[in-house]
Protein backbone atom coordinates (compact mmCIF):
# COMPACT_ATOMS: atom_id res chain seq x y z
CA UNK A 1 0.00 0.00 0.00
CA UNK A 2 1.08 3.56 -0.75
CA UNK A 3 2.02 5.78 1.57
CA UNK A 4 0.21 8.97 0.54
CA UNK A 5 0.65 11.11 3.84
CA UNK A 6 2.03 14.59 2.60
CA UNK A 7 6.14 15.10 3.35
CA UNK A 8 7.17 18.69 2.55
CA UNK A 9 10.07 19.17 0.47
CA UNK A 10 13.48 20.42 1.76
CA UNK A 11 12.88 24.13 1.18
CA UNK A 12 8.91 24.07 2.58
CA UNK A 13 8.58 23.67 6.49
CA UNK A 14 4.73 23.02 7.84
CA UNK A 15 3.28 25.29 10.52
CA UNK A 16 -0.27 23.29 11.21
CA UNK A 17 -2.05 23.13 7.96
CA UNK A 18 -0.05 25.58 6.09
CA UNK A 19 2.92 25.61 4.02
CA UNK A 20 5.51 28.19 4.06
CA UNK A 21 8.32 28.43 1.08
CA UNK A 22 11.36 30.10 1.10
CA UNK A 23 11.26 34.08 0.12
CA UNK A 24 13.46 33.31 -2.75
CA UNK A 25 11.03 30.38 -4.34
CA UNK A 26 7.82 33.49 -3.29
CA UNK A 27 9.82 35.67 -5.30
CA UNK A 28 10.61 33.54 -8.83
CA UNK A 29 6.51 32.48 -8.30
CA UNK A 30 5.48 36.02 -9.07
CA UNK A 31 8.12 37.15 -11.73
CA UNK A 32 7.86 36.64 -15.70
CA UNK A 33 10.94 37.39 -17.70
CA UNK A 34 10.17 39.36 -20.75
CA UNK A 35 12.48 38.49 -23.12
CA UNK A 36 12.84 42.14 -25.27
CA UNK A 37 13.47 44.43 -22.43
CA UNK A 38 14.98 41.69 -19.73
CA UNK A 39 12.37 42.96 -17.38
CA UNK A 40 11.90 40.58 -14.36
CA UNK A 41 7.87 41.65 -13.92
CA UNK A 42 6.72 41.33 -11.07
CA UNK A 43 2.94 39.32 -11.26
CA UNK A 44 2.03 39.63 -7.11
CA UNK A 45 0.87 42.24 -5.32
CA UNK A 46 1.73 46.08 -5.75
CA UNK A 47 1.59 48.77 -3.87
CA UNK A 48 -0.59 51.93 -5.48
CA UNK A 49 2.38 53.65 -6.87
CA UNK A 50 3.23 50.07 -9.31
CA UNK A 51 6.12 48.96 -6.94
CA UNK A 52 6.16 44.99 -6.11
CA UNK A 53 5.83 43.93 -2.92
CA UNK A 54 5.76 40.76 -1.30
CA UNK A 55 6.18 39.77 2.87
CA UNK A 56 9.41 39.23 4.34
CA UNK A 57 8.29 35.99 5.86
CA UNK A 58 6.47 35.91 9.02
CA UNK A 59 3.51 38.13 9.28
CA UNK A 60 5.30 40.29 11.76
CA UNK A 61 8.45 40.96 9.50
CA UNK A 62 6.14 42.79 7.62
CA UNK A 63 6.30 43.45 3.42
CA UNK A 64 10.00 44.27 1.16
CA UNK A 65 9.71 45.90 -1.96
CA UNK A 66 10.47 43.02 -4.72
CA UNK A 67 13.26 45.23 -6.55
CA UNK A 68 15.33 45.69 -3.26
CA UNK A 69 14.49 41.87 -2.22
CA UNK A 70 16.07 40.91 -5.52
CA UNK A 71 18.78 43.17 -5.26
CA UNK A 72 19.83 42.41 -1.82
CA UNK A 73 19.85 38.52 -2.56
CA UNK A 74 21.49 38.78 -5.99
CA UNK A 75 23.93 41.68 -5.57
CA UNK A 76 24.54 42.43 -1.43
CA UNK A 77 24.14 45.04 0.76
CA UNK A 78 22.59 48.60 -0.30
CA UNK A 79 24.45 51.28 1.57
CA UNK A 80 23.08 53.89 4.13
CA UNK A 81 22.23 57.08 2.15
CA UNK A 82 21.58 55.52 -1.08
CA UNK A 83 18.35 53.85 -2.83
CA UNK A 84 18.08 51.61 -5.99
CA UNK A 85 16.75 53.33 -8.64
CA UNK A 86 14.71 51.40 -12.27
CA UNK A 87 17.01 52.36 -15.27
CA UNK A 88 14.11 50.80 -17.11
CA UNK A 89 11.77 52.92 -15.99
CA UNK A 90 9.26 50.13 -15.20
CA UNK A 91 8.15 50.02 -11.13
CA UNK A 92 7.61 46.50 -11.21
CA UNK A 93 10.49 45.25 -12.99
CA UNK A 94 12.51 43.24 -10.71
CA UNK A 95 15.71 42.75 -12.18
CA UNK A 96 18.68 43.34 -9.91
CA UNK A 97 21.17 44.56 -13.21
CA UNK A 98 18.30 46.97 -14.01
CA UNK A 99 19.02 48.91 -10.79
CA UNK A 100 21.80 51.89 -9.77
CA UNK A 101 22.46 52.42 -6.11
CA UNK A 102 21.73 56.78 -6.07
CA UNK A 103 21.04 59.46 -3.92
CA UNK A 104 17.36 60.49 -2.58
CA UNK A 105 18.17 63.39 -4.55
CA UNK A 106 19.40 62.02 -7.95
CA UNK A 107 16.18 59.04 -8.02
CA UNK A 108 13.59 62.08 -7.08
CA UNK A 109 15.37 64.09 -10.55
CA UNK A 110 15.60 61.17 -12.66
CA UNK A 111 11.91 60.99 -12.05
CA UNK A 112 8.81 62.36 -13.72
CA UNK A 113 7.43 64.56 -10.83
CA UNK A 114 6.41 67.64 -12.10
CA UNK A 115 9.08 70.05 -10.09
CA UNK A 116 12.01 67.14 -11.39
CA UNK A 117 10.97 68.21 -15.11
CA UNK A 118 10.77 71.71 -14.24
CA UNK A 119 14.36 71.27 -13.00
CA UNK A 120 16.03 69.57 -15.75
CA UNK A 121 14.16 72.37 -18.00
CA UNK A 122 15.99 74.88 -16.71
CA UNK A 123 12.68 76.92 -16.23
CA UNK A 124 10.91 78.25 -13.11
CA UNK A 125 7.23 77.60 -13.27
CA UNK A 126 6.32 80.42 -14.92
CA UNK A 127 8.84 80.36 -18.09
CA UNK A 128 11.75 82.10 -16.60
CA UNK A 129 15.09 80.97 -16.77
CA UNK A 130 17.07 79.58 -13.79
CA UNK A 131 20.29 80.26 -14.70
CA UNK A 132 20.60 82.91 -12.70
CA UNK A 133 18.74 81.84 -9.95
CA UNK A 134 19.08 82.79 -6.46
CA UNK A 135 19.91 79.58 -4.22
CA UNK A 136 19.25 79.52 -0.67
CA UNK A 137 19.87 76.46 1.33
CA UNK A 138 19.80 74.04 -1.66
CA UNK A 139 16.10 76.09 -3.26
CA UNK A 140 16.48 78.08 -5.87
CA UNK A 141 14.01 81.02 -6.58
CA UNK A 142 14.01 82.48 -9.98
CA UNK A 143 15.62 86.82 -10.17
CA UNK A 144 12.61 87.51 -12.66
CA UNK A 145 10.01 86.39 -10.31
CA UNK A 146 11.37 87.92 -7.09
CA UNK A 147 11.38 91.12 -8.94
CA UNK A 148 8.07 90.95 -10.55
CA UNK A 149 6.47 90.31 -6.94
CA UNK A 150 8.86 93.36 -5.13
CA UNK A 151 7.34 95.67 -7.63
CA UNK A 152 3.90 94.57 -7.35
CA UNK A 153 4.02 95.17 -3.57
CA UNK A 154 5.89 98.41 -4.15
CA UNK A 155 2.86 99.37 -6.50
CA UNK A 156 0.77 98.70 -3.77
CA UNK A 157 2.18 100.11 -1.08
CA UNK A 158 2.31 103.49 -3.05
CA UNK A 159 -1.47 103.05 -4.27
CA UNK A 160 -2.28 102.64 -0.43
CA UNK A 161 -0.44 105.47 0.24
CA UNK A 162 -1.32 107.84 -2.26
CA UNK A 163 -4.39 106.87 -3.96
CA UNK A 164 -2.85 107.07 -7.65
Same mark, same amino acid.
Given at each position: ??? &???? +??? %?????????????? $????? *????????????????????? &?????????? $??????? #?????? &????? +??????? *?????????? +???? $????? #????????? +???? #??? %????????????????????????????? &?????????? $?????
Amino acid at each position: MKD &YTFK +PAL %SEKVLGKRTVHRPI $ERFWR *HVVIEPTSGCWLWTGARYPGG &YGVMGRGRTD $EGNIRVH #RFAYLH &YRGDI +PVGLEPD *HLCRVRHCAN +PWHL $ELVTR #RENFLRGEH +PTAV #RFR %SGLCKYGHSMADAYRDRGARACRTCIKLK &YNSAQRHARY $ERTGQ
